[in-house]
């Protein structure tokens, strides 16, 4: 992409301090560095409302108006973090970064309205930022902390992220738990650990490798350098929290560690830039921590001076001193909540976050959401008229345009677009219901766009008017809940045609009439005219388009002309006709017969299942360019999904759909949505090979995954599973907790769930014949399970629902780790071996890459049920393991064996007490209760316990008790 080889190529963010020129060429020296990048856009801004003139020309603004373009994608891209190296195995890998998060939402906070030129600036020179992408950057940055990234559990860069410069973070809990963190894991007498086992600076480091090898970060483990940088990030943090304490603790600790100078006979502190221990004492700080004497650097001596150290130990000394002022350090106010914050220029919008004593609330208490119904024809404002429900056409709103988010999308393009230094303007990227909820001003006319969920879109999920609108309803919650802009979100309901044919019409009504009664769902509405409106609500001015050479680019919404004709009554609504015929064909009889045969046969079928079935073997046989009567069989695909969608017959549609290759909007930023939260994502039959997505794809990327690893099994859940994860990805951003103790979510695994919920209430209803609602609606209803309902399934059913969801209780992986610290010939699961080392020398306890090498050895598992009781096996091998801690695995641990030995015990007295024969089939072990008298559990402890005295355990030594 262009931009991202301009911030590649151009912006340099490690400089020769003497000439000025980059250190490293672009090939040396990874530095996506978003951080750096948002800290600029940060600073920028400070400099230029503290009254300087810093930008002079349309190039620079339009390149940062594109560095804007490049921070927006910071909640997706993995980077090299704020220490250039990645992960913490310094491997060359890259993995995302709550703190370049951070920083990136900061700065979109920071620049958003802001005039580059200054208070006499022009409005071309003014910097845009889409509130979508910094919500999902907001957003994820806080599900993510207090966490730093898949293999950094925590890391000191968050200082500066939640604290000065960036204050990325408002919200206390958050802030607290996430500083609480980095001291309570990584500070120490001399500074703060940048994160645990980071070697770099350490004696026992090869600093002429770039990169370490497998296992190596082990060595690191206890003797990482300590940074009192540190200790001066949290003394500045205190200061601006007023916190005396903290002020004083930290003034201490700093004096313990500046080294002093007398260079040309002028006394003078310096801040060491880390402290290290020596080879001869890191024998005896591993044996007794905290034991060894850590020594300063060279760099903050008299050797040579640490800049970035030194540069914020003199701010924090003119803060303790009183010669600056916190206000004179941030004179954009970025560590008072929003609403307290100098406005910008309110010709355009700026975030604008209230606060109540709360910090968590984001929206007033007040905030009333307004609504614009827009009818497509004037003879459905007629009939909607007659049950009470006023709309505009758009005529009506004229001259006011009402707009596709496309055509919002294609404008936006034209911003900071320069041919001169090759920008190519904003990406192409959809809008979300924030950006759709303004009114524009564009080129001398006045705009309202309606949201991408009233787009006619090319998937089925739009005939479908029940998930319509919950679709609407969990919009309308997100803009209560998330909107934080000065004046009222607008929202525009396109109502077509369409939406009132069919069964659903009285629940669209319904709906309508909750928007008529100014209460949706407990979210406050105001419907009205557009024009009455406009005076509360929140508008952009999108100045940059005035300069377009052609204005007239840009289609509004047109009017539908059905001429005179007008609805009077429902009644006057053509009607779907019930189909009488449904019959099935038998697909081994249509397979012998002729192309001819089975055209004439498609010609006599009333059934839509019938036609499905001819034109599904017509399509592998002949191709989807193959015509009779003149129609390719693509389009008689087409036309059977339209109208088995009018009929409800859903099964017809997903099939089609898939035969044609449907691909449904938005999966791509679903996809992403699940991945970012620290979950990953398979794809892929039950049964048969998945596929892991474990970082964002591109919607081609996932079509041909989807397609290839479910057409050849299922053709339907080729479009079943891309429902599901459109469902998951919005479900997972506003109810997360539903997804705790679930770290890989199995797509074909969940349908498998879904099926298995269906049988307990009717056997015969198949997943793919119900409605899109209804599939969304039967995903809920198996992820947050009311404890009455799954206090009436059997054992066997929990573990299968339990198993299909993987889902782990919630110190599994803790407790995994603690059986792989007790057993050096590793674990077996299913004939996978996870090793002890190098995992335990790679990873720590707490590490998500770890939590995710366990899923990786239990997905190998093919009964959800069996998956779920090994994971009640590890927890029985945890408890004995805590309860005995002198006792030690001496080879791997075969955790199959133990299962299967335990079954045997079981079978062995269901003999004897009820006359049962054995058998290979689990299942009467799978549905036996597990902490009951002969339950689960009490078997899997005696077949632990038989490994012990077969010598599979051996006693520790040094573990045991002794008698001096």
Not at 25 to 37: S, T, Y
Not at 305 to 327: E, P
Not at 856 to 876: C, G, H, N, T, W
Not at 933 to 957: P, Q, W
Request: hydrophobic share 40%.
């Amino acid at each position: 992409m262009m931009n991202l080889n301009i911030y590649r190529y151009v912006l340099f963010s490690v400089f020769d301090s003497h000439t000025g020129d980059p250190l490293y060429k672009d090939d040396e020296f990874e530095h996506l560095q978003i951080d750096v990048v948002g800290l600029y856009l940060i600073m920028l801004v400070q400099m230029i409302t503290s009254g300087l003139q810093i930008i002079y020309t349309t190039d620079e603004v339009n390149f940062v108006q594109n560095l804007v373009f490049y921070v927006e994608r910071a909640y997706r891209t993995p980077d090299y973090g704020m220490w250039e190296r990645g992960s913490k195995y310094n491997n060359g890998s890259t993995e995302v970064h709550a703190s370049s998060i951070g920083i990136a939402k900061a700065a979109l906070e920071a620049i958003n309205g802001v005039n580059l030129f200054g208070d006499q600036g022009a409005s071309w020179s003014v910097i845009f930022v889409d509130i979508d992408a910094h919500n999902r950057n907001r957003t994820i940055f806080e599900s993510i902390l207090p966490r730093e990234s898949n293999s950094k559990n925590t890391d000191a860069s968050l200082l500066a992220t939640v604290g000065w410069p960036a204050f990325g973070i408002h919200e206390e809990p958050i802030r607290s738990r996430t500083i609480d963190k980095v001291k309570r894991k990584l500070r120490g007498p001399r500074g703060f650990k940048r994160f645990i086992r980071d070697g770099y600076k350490t004696v026992v480091e090869d600093n002429k490798r770039k990169y370490y090898k497998p296992a190596e970060i082990k060595n690191f483990d206890g003797i990482e350098c300590e940074w009192p940088m540190f200790y001066v990030y949290m003394l500045i943090d205190c200061i601006f929290l007023g916190d005396k304490e903290g002020i004083a603790t930290y003034s201490k600790l700093l004096d313990n560690v500046m080294t002093r100078s007398n260079e040309d006979g002028i006394p003078g502190l310096l801040l060491p830039q880390y402290f290290f221990i020596p080879a001869d004492q890191i024998d005896r700080e591993r044996s007794r921590p905290g034991s060894a004497d850590r020594i300063p650097s060279d760099v903050g001596s008299t050797k040579g001076i640490f800049l970035w150290g030194q540069s914020v130990y003199f701010i924090s000394q003119l803060l303790v001193k009183d010669l600056l002022n916190v206000n004179d350090l941030d004179p954009i106010r970025r560590h008072l909540p929003a609403s307290e914050r100098p406005k910008v220029n309110s010709r355009y919008s700026s975030f604008q976050r209230a606060h109540f004593g709360k910090e968590s609330e984001i929206t007033p208490p007040d905030l009333v959401l307004q609504v614009v119904l827009i009818a497509e024809s004037s003879r459905l404002q007629q009939l909607l008229a007659t049950y009470g429900i006023q709309t505009q056409t758009p005529h009506q709103v004229e001259p006011i345009q009402i707009w596709s988010p496309k055509e919002l999308s294609r404008a936006y393009e034209y911003l900071g677009i320069n041919k001169k230094l090759g920008l190519t303007g904003r990406p192409k990227r959809p809008f979300g219901v924030l950006s759709t909820s303004k009114i524009y001003r564009v080129c001398g006319a006045t705009v309202l766009c309606y949201p991408l969920l009233f787009e006619v879109v090319d998937f089925y999920m739009a005939q479908d008017i029940s998930i319509v609108i919950d679709d609407l309803k969990n919009d309308l919650a997100f803009l209560s809940k998330c909107w934080k802009l000065a004046g009222r979100p607008t929202f525009c309901m396109l109502i077509r045609e369409n939406n009132i044919r069919g069964k659903n019409f009285s629940e669209f009504l319904e709906l309508l009439a909750q928007f008529k009664s100014g209460d949706v769902d407990g979210i406050r509405v105001r419907v009205g005219r557009l024009q009455t409106l406009i005076s509360s609500a929140c508008i952009e001015h999108l100045d940059f388009l005035t300069t377009l050479p052609d204005q007239s680019i840009f289609q509004p919404f047109q009017e539908s002309n059905h001429g005179r004709f007008s609805f009077k009554s429902l009644t006057d609504i053509p009607t779907v006709l019930e189909l009488a015929d449904d019959t099935v064909l038998n697909e081994q009889e249509l397979k012998v017969k002729a192309t001819w045969d089975l055209i004439q046969m498609f010609k006599g079928a009333e059934s839509l299942t019938a036609q499905n079935q001819i034109l599904k073997l017509l399509l592998y046989r002949e191709g989807p360019n193959y015509h009779f009567e003149g129609v390719p069989l693509s389009r008689r695909l087409e036309q059977l999904v339209a109208k088995a969608g009018l009929h409800k017959r859903w099964e017809v549609v997903r099939c089609c759909s898939s035969l044609l290759g449907k691909l449904v909007d938005s999966l791509a930023p679903s996809i992403t949505s699940i991945l970012v939260r620290g979950k990953h994502l398979t794809v892929g039959v039950f049964g048969h090979e998945e596929e892991v997505l474990d970082k964002p794809v591109s919607p081609n990327e996932i079509k041909n995954i989807l397609y290839s690893k479910c057409m050849a099994h299922d053709t339907c859940q080729a479009v079943l599973q891309q429902e599901l994860i459109l469902a998951i990805g919005k479900h997972i951003a506003t109810s997360p907790d539903a997804y705790d103790g679930i770290l890989k979510i199995r797509i074909g695994w969940f349908v498998r769930a879904m099926e298995m919920e269906l049988e307990q209430e009717d056997e015969h209803v198949k997943i793919e014949s119900l409605s899109p609602y209804q599939v969304k609606q039967l995903l809920l209803s198996i992820l947050v399970h009311r404890s009455d309902e799954y206090d009436l399934r059997t054992p066997l059913q929990r573990r299968q629902l339990d198993g299909a969801l993987s889902r782990v209780p919630k110190d599994f992986y803790e407790r995994v780790w603690e059986i792989l610290e007790r057993t050096p010939g590793g674990i077996k699961v299913a004939g996978y071996l996870l090793p002890q080392q190098p995992t335990l020398s790679d990873m720590t306890m707490q590490e998500l890459n770890f939590s995710l090498l366990v899923e990786q050895m239990l997905s190998k598992i093919v009964d959800p049920a069996y998956r779920q009781l090994m994971v009640e096996a590890f927890m029985v091998v945890s408890t004995i393991l805590r309860r005995n801690p002198e006792l030690v695995f001496h080879q791997s641990v075969n955790m199959d064996r133990a299962i299967q030995d335990a079954f045997e015990e079981f079978q062995k007295d269901r003999s004897r007490l009820d006359g049962h024969e054995k058998q290979d089939d689990m299942r009467c072990f799978f549905n036996t209760m597990p902490n009951v008298k002969h339950g689960t559990t009490s078997y899997i402890i005696k077949a632990v316990v038989k490994n012990l005295l077969d010598g599979d355990i051996k006693v520790s030594m040094e573990d045991m008790c002794c008698i001096s």
